[in-house]
């Protein structure tokens, strides 16, 4: 979603706009924090030529200085388009960032802590790729490797394709190979067995945030509230997924919670899109799993401030593997077209 044109915003209407999100805790104190903080990045984009690029899980005071919000694949497909700007910012984690630098390598990429990494990300790694893809090719000759997204660089380079919540099925079946080694997610790699008739293999990974959440969660919300729907991201247990009205990636879910009939959804996912929704919908209610990801949690305003004036901290790949990860970034994007 392209942000509002922005503006600096006084610490009054900050007040207003975030206090409703309490669970983190948004006092008046805070808030002249962040109006100081706000004013400033939006000033030193100007001057730097820098654009904002924000995941949908960031903090909403984030989203304040946004340029464009969204989805994985929503911002791997807005950084491919920046031309005007010199510098992206992507708050975001790092696997993020390196997306952004892979479909635009001629831009500087910074992200403003690098120890915003993902659990998802963190259970491959190339060598281990590499052995289980040989092993594999042993049994199945014809074996493809999908990998989600949520991983590294240099995982994207060893993969055939890429895919994304929003397009993993429409990848899995356009690709030529009946067996399909899917990582690093196994929540979703299990979805996607459910909507395909191909062989799919999957990693041992998962995301700690949508892993933890339980059916007993959700039915507890469903039974005290009539009529909710529940609407599920694809990360979530297949025990879980069972039990919602729609399961959909992030964005899908801000387009289905405006144009669906019902006014009380139950959001299984991590908490920030929930913020998201609370501002943008209004007049509906939204109902959360209380689930934060530490790792999003990292990116901070005053990080971001950091980053803009410091230039920090700038992300660097290795030329070929920028070159295998937008070839599997880009197979993604010609198959799911
Ligand atoms: S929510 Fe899960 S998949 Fe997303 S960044 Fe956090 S740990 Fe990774």
Same mark, same amino acid.
Request: proline share 8%.
């Given at each position: 979603m392209n942000a509002p044109a922005l503006s600096p915003v006084s610490p009054e209407a900050l007040y207003q706009k $975030?206090?409703?999100?309490d669970e983190v805790g948004y006092g008046m104190e805070a808030c002249e924090r962040y109006s100081r903080e706000i004013a400033e990045i939006l000033r030193l984009k100007d001057e730097r030529k820098a654009i904002i690029l924000a995941h949908n899980?960031?903090?909403?005071?984030i989203f304040e200085v946004a340029d464009f919000i969204g989805d994985s694949l929503e911002l791997a497909r807005k950084a491919k388009e920046v031309?005007?700007?010199?510098i992206i910012v992507f708050c975001g984690v790092h696997f993020m960032a390196e997306t952004a630098k892979v479909m635009n390598p001629g831009r500087m990429v910074l992200i403003?802590? $690098?120890?915003?990494?993902?659990s998802l990300a963190d259970a491959v790694t190339a060598e281990a790729l590499a052995d289980r893809k040989a092993e594999l090719k042993e049994i199945y000759p014809d074996l493809k490797v999908v990998s989600y997204v949520n991983c590294t660089a240099d995982v994207k380079a060893l993969s055939d394709a890429c895919c994304t919540s929003a397009n993993a099925v429409k990848v899995v079946n356009a690709?030529?190979?009946?067996n399909i080694l899917f990582l690093p997610d196994q929540n979703l790699a299990n979805y996607v067995q459910g909507q395909t008739s191909k062989r799919i293999i999957s990693?041992?990974?998962?995301?700690y945030v949508h892993h933890q959440i339980t059916p007993a969660e959700v039915n507890r919300v469903k039974s005290s509230i009539p009529g909710i729907k529940v609407i599920a991201h694809p990360e979530c247990r297949k025990d879980v997924l069972t039990l919602a009205d729609a399961v959909l990636s992030t964005s899908a879910m801000v387009r289905y919670a405006r144009e669906?009939?019902?006014?009380k959804f139950l959001i299984v996912t991590e908490c920030g899109l929930s913020d998201r929704l609370l501002m943008e919908v209004p007049e509906k209610h939204f109902y959360k799993?209380?689930?934060?990801?530490r790792f999003m949690k990292m990116i901070t305003l005053s990080g971001t401030l950091d980053s803009l004036r410091n230039l920090r901290y700038e992300i660097e790949l290795p030329e070929d593997v920028r070159d295998g990860a937008r070839r599997a970034l880009d197979r993604m994007l010609e198959l799911s077209a």
């Open positions: $975030l206090s409703p999100l899980y960031q903090r909403p005071e031309r005007d700007a010199e403003p802590d $690098l120890r915003a990494g993902c690709i030529d190979s009946e990693w041992d990974g998962n995301c669906s009939e019902a006014d799993t209380c689930k934060l990801c």
